[in-house]
């Protein structure tokens, strides 16, 4: 079975010698008085539950799945997972960085992310539950009215009720312009709601008392695409006047998906046969209200890939320095033993150093992605809120995409380090390479992920927030252009944001030509701005590891060998992704389609 260990070090580093968070919480009034004792605690507590309750749930969460009984048309979940859900809403977890006018405790975003990183690594199909609710929350407190909020919000916040997101169904995921739910106007001000929605994560289950599903549907006249699409707020038991529950709303789990990862998370099936519901925000706009539950959940789905790649990571780590096979090429290094342990092999190292530099590297990204949504919510500076939303959206998609192509990467090379025990699943690492491979596909696959950064989040806006990503960058190169110990790493980092400036000014140009440009470019794009950012925070990493090395904490000696890894084995990956990117759509599109 798979072990987990918090990697507490590693998000007190980031959190508080890379980023000094709570210096920058000094300037966010909500959050002013948060210090590093409270963090360090929260997230030491966080650890507990993630290591002790979720993680020991995994491997049988997976081979036991969720049954759906079809007379009732409820789902039960795998042993344990009630009870853990009960304690984590015992814990007060769910409200942790919820509002405090709903009952939410007010902590910083920061301090959450790092949370359901943990719960992710430990258990990625159970930490789905309470994520979408998470989602939910956030899109109801954007967009629901008073009486919603004042409905929804104190439950979600508790945890006593949890959320889903209903927008696929059978003919349409990525186009969701072409769904066809509908919601029909009735006298009192309500929405009778009908329609087949499938692939609905968390969508039922039997660890809370109620389910509040948001569905896209379209009302009566409503236009054509995704211009005529409409939200709805949609729960499985009514809701009394007085806050009780009420009928049961013919919103039904039909069936349960069976499907390669997560068996642990219900992903169902949802009939909606004239169940009553309530609109949030305006008519024809909720792709706009969704949204605010999309970006959410496309983060949580990184965090889902970093969690991954660190529990993995951890395991091949542990398995390498105990398995003995072979001897080192350069003399034996265990000569007491009939074979030396495998971590002395190069390409094993390789594989253990990928892992642990994504892992790495994608928690600084996803912490600092964390710290400018908390600035961006709560900051009373206009010009700090602007940059800091400008900055979200544009890593937003790299934070899925890249740490979820970074995350199936890792999780295979750490199987690879187990050899033929890696295939099998005594072990647990084919359940994570397994698991891994859905964040790649949900909330957008990661084409439509990098669509979005090179469509929409670059070139739609002639570049300003790239441009603005790169004055962060350009002024920590300047800071370090006389400081002899960071060229290794600030050298390589000047010379790929040069590249990325101009393959994005050349991507622009030729989408000016032919639109297909950008289709044909966008997915090596993201990866190569993935590593412009990594390559950032892997040279502030570095320097803050060559600063404090001489203390003799092994800590920042493997920090900084991690850092020249990334430099020297992974970072080189952009010259071939720039070369295929550049190489165009012709290649692509001259084929005829009855050739294929
Ligand atoms: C386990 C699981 C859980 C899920 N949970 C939820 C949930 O909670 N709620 C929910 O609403 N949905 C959920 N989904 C649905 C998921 O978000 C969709 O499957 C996903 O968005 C892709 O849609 P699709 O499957 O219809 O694929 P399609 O949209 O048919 O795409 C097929 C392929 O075509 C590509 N493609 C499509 N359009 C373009 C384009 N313009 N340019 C380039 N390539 C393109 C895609 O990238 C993909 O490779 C879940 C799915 C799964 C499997």
Redesign the pocket.
């Known amino acids: 079975m798979a072990h987990y260990t918090p990697p507490l070090r590693d998000m007190q580093f980031v959190l508080h010698e890379l980023l000094g968070v709570t210096e920058e919480f000094k300037a966010l009034p909500a959050h002013a008085e948060v210090d590093a004792d409270t963090v360090n605690a929260v997230l030491e507590e966080g650890g507990k539950f993630a290591s002790e309750v979720l993680a020991p749930l995994n491997q049988r969460g997976d081979e036991e799945g969720c049954t759906l009984d079809r007379e009732t048309h409820e789902v039960k979940t795998p042993t344990g997972f009630k009870d853990a859900y009960a304690k984590y809403v015992a814990g007060g977890w769910p409200a942790l960085s919820c509002d405090p006018v709903f009952g939410g405790q007010g902590l910083p975003i920061t301090v959450n992310q790092c949370i359901f990183e943990m719960l992710n690594s430990a258990n990625q199909a159970w930490a789905m539950y309470p994520g979408?609710t998470h989602g939910a929350y956030e899109c109801l407190h954007e967009h629901g009215t008073p009486e919603q909020q004042q409905t929804y919000l104190p439950k979600l916040t508790s945890g006593e009720w949890t959320g889903?997101?209903?927008?696929?169904e059978a003919h349409?995921?990525?186009?969701l312009g072409m769904l066809r739910s509908k919601a029909e106007p009735l006298p009192d001000g309500t929405y009778r709601i009908t329609g087949n929605?499938i692939?609905?994560?968390?969508?039922e289950h039997d660890m809370a008392s109620n389910i509040v599903h948001l569905v896209l549907a379209r009302l009566p006249e409503a236009p054509q695409g995704s211009k005529g699409i409409s939200l709805f707020v949609v729960p499985k038991f009514l809701v009394n006047a007085d806050g009780s529950l009420g009928a049961r709303n013919p919103i039904f789990c039909g069936a349960l998906?069976h499907?390669m990862g997560?068996h642990g998370n219900a992903?169902a099936q949802i009939n909606i046969d004239g169940a009553i519901g309530t609109l949030v925000g305006q008519p024809h706009k909720g792709l706009a209200a969704m949204f605010v539950m999309m970006n959410a959940a496309r983060l949580g789905v990184g965090m889902q890939g970093l969690g991954l790649t660190e529990v993995a990571y951890q395991n091949a780590v542990s398995y390498a320095k105990d398995r003995i096979q072979m001897r080192s090429l350069s003399g034996p290094k265990a000569p007491d033993k009939p074979a030396d342990p495998i971590i002395v092999h190069p390409d094993v190292r390789k594989m253990l150093l990928t892992a642990r530099a994504y892992a790495e590297g994608g928690r600084a990204l996803s912490i600092w992605t964390a710290l400018m949504i908390d600035k961006e919510l709560t900051s009373p500076d206009e010009d700090v809120k602007r940059d800091a939303a400008d900055m979200v959206a544009l890593v937003t998609p790299i934070v899925k995409a890249f740490l979820t192509d970074n995350a199936w990467i890792a999780t295979s090379h750490c199987m690879q380090v187990y050899g033929g025990h890696g295939y099998i699943a005594e072990w647990g690492m084919e359940q994570f390479v397994r698991d891994s491979r859905?964040n790649m596909?949900?909330?957008?696959?990661n084409?439509?992920q990098s669509?979005d950064l090179l469509g929409r989040k670059v070139l739609a806006d002639n570049g300003a927030k790239l441009k603005k990503f790169g004055k962060i960058v350009q002024a920590f190169i300047e800071d370090e252009g006389t400081n002899e110990a960071m060229q290794e790493f600030v050298n390589p980092l000047a010379e790929l944001g040069d590249k990325v400036t101009k393959l994005t000014t050349e991507l622009g140009m030729k989408a000016f030509q032919n639109p297909d440009e950008v289709?044909a470019a966008a997915v090596d794009y993201l990866r190569v701005c993935g590593h412009l950012v990594f390559a950032y925070f892997w040279a502030r990493m570095a320097k803050v590891a060559l600063e404090k090395q001489g203390a003799g904490d092994p800590f920042y000696k493997a920090k900084l060998a991690t850092a020249r890894f990334y430099f020297a084995k992974l970072l080189p990956e952009t010259a071939s992704l720039i070369r295929t990117a550049r190489a165009g759509a012709k290649p692509l599109m001259d084929i005829e389609e009855a050739l294929f």
Request: aromatic share 6%.
């Open positions: 979408l889903t997101m209903c927008l696929t349409c995921g990525t186009d929605k692939f609905i994560s968390s969508g998906e499907k997560i992903t859905i596909i949900y909330e957008g696959t084409t439509i669509l289709g």
